[in-house]
C-alpha cells in the first residue's frame, strides 16, 4: 500500500511541543516526505517537506527515520490556531499519495 | 499573491446532470494538479498538467471525467452524467517549475449530487 500510516487524532496542550508520526514503511528512493494541514472547508496548507536530512521552518521541523521509513512532524509550541487535521504525504508533487491524517485537537 | 482559485464553491446538482468546476493557479504557475476528496479521507489524485498538456491521470478518472487547460492557464474539470458516489471536494493545486516539491492547494469545489 503505497498510503502512509498515522495515528487518527492526538491531543496537545497550548504551548507545548507536539510531535506527530508517520509511517511511510514502503517509500521509494526518490520519494520526498510532504506535510500539509487542513482546516475545515478549506483546501490543504502546505507545512514541510524533506527527502532524507532535518528540516526546519518558520511552521515546523521535519525529523525523518535514518532508514526513511517514519518521520515526525514537530510543532515546537502548540497554538490554538494549529488545530487541523495533519497530513503526511509521500510521492513526487506530480503525484502526492496523502492518507487519512491525525487530527490535532490543541486545549488551551 | 491571491492564490489558487476555484469556482463555484458549492455545487448541488441531480443526479444525471453534467457540471463543471473552474480553477485558476497561481500566475505563473505551469502546473496545475485536480484531486477529490471524501469526508474523513486525505486527498486523492486525479489528475496533473504541465502547461496544456495532461501528462497524468489517475485510474479514478473514469470516462464521465473530463479535464482541460486550454491555454497552460485556467483549468476546467467536467463531470457528465454525475452519480451520488461522485459527491466530493474537488481541489485545485499549482506548482512553478522551479521548487517542484511544494503545491499549492485552492479551497477547494464541493460537489453535492442529490
Known amino acids: 500500500d503505497a498510503k502512509t500510516t498515522q495515528p487518527n487524532s492526538m491531543e496537545s496542550n497550548e504551548e507545548e511541543p507536539v510531535h506527530l508520526p508517520c509511517n511511510h514503511s514502503?517509500?521509494?528512493?526518490?520519494?520526498?516526505i510532504h506535510w500539509y494541514r487542513q482546516l475545515p472547508s478549506q483546501g490543504p496548507e502546505y507545512v514541510i517537506h524533506?527527502?532524507?536530512s532535518n528540516v526546519n521552518n518558520r511552521m515546523a521541523s521535519l525529523a525523518i527515520a535514518e532508514d526513511r521509513k517514519s518521520s515526525t512532524l514537530i510543532l515546537h509550541r502548540a497554538t490554538l490556531r494549529d488545530a487541523a487535521v495533519y497530513y503526511c504525504t509521500r510521492g513526487s508533487a506530480r503525484q502526492l499519495t496523502f492518507g487519512s491524517g491525525t487530527q490535532l485537537t490543541v486545549l488551551p | 499573491d491571491t492564490g489558487v482559485s476555484q469556482n463555484p464553491r458549492h455545487k448541488i446538482t441531480k443526479r444525471g446532470q453534467n457540471v463543471t468546476f473552474r480553477c485558476d493557479p497561481i500566475?505563473?504557475?505551469?502546473?496545475l494538479y485536480w484531486y477529490r476528496q471524501t469526508l474523513g479521507q486525505g486527498p486523492e489524485f486525479l489528475t496533473y498538467f504541465q502547461n496544456e498538456a495532461q501528462l497524468e491521470k489517475s485510474r479514478l478518472l473514469s470516462d464521465r471525467f473530463s479535464a482541460e487547460r486550454p491555454k497552460g492557464s485556467f483549468s476546467t474539470l467536467e463531470i457528465q452524467r454525475t452519480e451520488q458516489g461522485d459527491s466530493a471536494m474537488y481541489l485545485c493545486?499549482?506548482?512553478?517549475?522551479?521548487?517542484?516539491?511544494?503545491?499549492?492547494f485552492g479551497e477547494g469545489s464541493w460537489l453535492t449530487v442529490v
Open positions: 493545486a499549482s506548482s512553478p517549475d522551479q521548487g517542484r516539491n511544494t503545491i499549492y
Open positions: 500566475s505563473e504557475h505551469n502546473r
Open positions: 524533506g527527502l532524507t
Open positions: 514502503t517509500i521509494s528512493g526518490t520519494d520526498y
